[in-house]
């Protein structure tokens, strides 16, 4: 017996878990891409599937809507594969185990795939059903979204035309986007001298933080604890040898803990102590750096290059740089500190820029690599993905916006936000594409407690019809 039987939209659920059944966690996309081209095929549609797996499906116009301009119905076809400590849940051999819990469609232990596996069950339900009325439908279903937007960014532009596009990856209802960041990596890498150590040993751990994700929390005045860790260190006020640090472990993550191991005669109990109570505030009240004693070691970094790590951890910009001047509270241009390392004679940082003004991007960049060079280190940038700007005249979001005042009875917010979306790749390769991205209300995403509302998911899919019927 299938779970989501007697749920409505019947036709939006039932692909809904045909797509949990299949594993498809970032990386491994080609069954869920097979499934989506199968169903186009018993749907009499032409399917195509590019070299990165991109999946794309065409749907003629409903009869008086020829002449409508095209319209691209776009999500990822990858998930985030998170799960529950202890689970041993296999992503690559089992479905997701999904639940029905009052109003939310839950997973049992891991993520849920409701990002997006939703959005493809829309879409996959409007190209279907043939009592719709819409203008010619392309229907893109991307590879790799979560671990980089690779399926985006290596899209062949030839298989699309429209140049109208409602992205269907949002999770809060009444929320359409028209703007997101772009974003770059820089990593920073030094190679430093290292010394005989002959002075006792400490691991100093900093925990307790609320970490969170760069492009969503980076404005809550939270702590990064790399940044923290060199902080911590510009107060060692005796000489040192740093033997190694380990700090953060994702680059668009805001470091919820940092680990260093030191040589050094100095108090770093007292230390840690009159750090703490000087920085422990109301949104961080768990703030803690625990001073342990550990077995000597050998070797560390010299006197110098250890000197020269505190230097430039502590100079390091970090944290929102501007806000935006014409949206009210959406963050401009920031960078994160996610990733420290130093270990064995090497140093290495990984930041992930943010902006949406591209050229304030670039500059940041610049920026930090004059800085890296100030110490002898190199600084090198990737990863780059493009802005998706604000477009002053937008069909397709007032369209949009005056369909939500129809159903809802109030306006939508529209809103830029500062993490990343597909629509700035695709921007870029749509030439004048017209994008609004939407979705309906979840709830934990990329966590083992993912959500999805069954109540929204039925008023979001009547809203996108309603849409499709006024392009
Ligand atoms: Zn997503």
Request: contains cysteine; aromatic residues 6%.
């Amino acid at each position: 017996m299938r779970m989501l039987e007697n749920i409505s939209p019947k036709r939006v659920m039932a692909f809904f878990e045909d797509i949990c059944g299949i594993p498809h966690g970032s990386g491994n996309t080609k069954a869920i891409g097979d499934y989506c081209i199968n169903k186009a095929q018993q749907m009499g549609l032409t399917a195509l599937k590019d070299a990165m797996g991109n999946v794309v499906i065409k749907k003629p116009a409903s009869k008086g809507y020829e002449d409508h301009p095209a319209v691209v119905l776009q999500a990822h076809l990858d998930m985030v594969c998170e799960r529950v400590e202890n689970s041993s849940f296999d992503f690559e051999k089992s479905g997701i185990e999904i639940a029905v819990e009052g109003d939310y469609i839950t997973a049992n232990g891991t993520t849920l795939g409701g990002d997006d596996g939703i959005g493809m069950a829309m879409a996959l339900a409007v190209l279907e059903d043939s009592s719709l009325k819409h203008p010619p439908i392309e229907a893109l279903f991307t590879v790799d979204e979560e671990t980089g937007m690779f399926g985006a960014a290596g899209l062949d532009a030839g298989l699309v035309s429209a140049r109208r596009m409602i992205n269907i990856d949002s999770e809060e209802e009444g929320v359409l986007t028209v703007s997101c960041a772009g974003g770059a990596s820089v990593a920073i890498s030094l190679a430093l001298d290292k010394q005989k150590v002959n002075m006792p040993c400490y691991e100093v751990a900093v925990s307790g933080l609320l970490g969170g994700h760069s492009g969503v929390e980076i404005d809550k005045d939270r702590y990064n604890a790399n940044i923290l860790l060199g902080e911590f260190l510009k107060g060692v006020n005796a000489p040192y040898n740093i033997i190694s640090i380990m700090g953060g472990s994702k680059e668009n993550a805001i470091p919820a803990f940092a680990t260093l191991k030191i040589a050094t005669e100095y108090d770093l109990v007292g230390l840690a102590e009159s750090f703490v109570s000087q920085k422990v505030k109301e949104n961080e009240p768990d703030l803690k750096i625990t001073v342990t004693k550990i077995n000597n070691s050998n070797d560390g970094f010299s006197s110098a290059a250890s000197q020269k790590i505190t230097d430039l951890l502590y100079g390091l910009k970090n944290g929102v740089i501007k806000m935006s001047q014409s949206i009210k509270g959406l963050v401009q241009t920031s960078l994160n500190l996610g990733i420290l390392r130093a270990n064995d004679g090497q140093f290495t940082a990984n930041i992930s820029v943010r902006s949406s003004v591209n050229d304030e991007k670039i500059s940041l960049i610049n920026e930090l690599k004059a800085y890296a060079a100030k110490f002898g280190a190199t600084a090198t940038d990737s990863g780059y993905y493009p802005a998706w700007e604000y477009l002053e005249n937008s069909y397709l979001r007032q369209v949009m916006v005056d369909c939500f005042e129809q159903q809802f009875g109030k306006k939508p917010i529209v809103a830029a936000i500062h993490a990343g979306l597909e629509c700035g790749l695709l921007s870029e390769k749509l030439n004048g594409l017209d994008a609004v991205s939407f979705g309906p209300d979840m709830v934990g995403i990329h966590t083992p407690n993912e959500k999805l509302s069954i109540s929204s998911t039925q008023r979001s899919y009547k809203y996108l019809c309603k849409v499709l019927e006024n392009l």
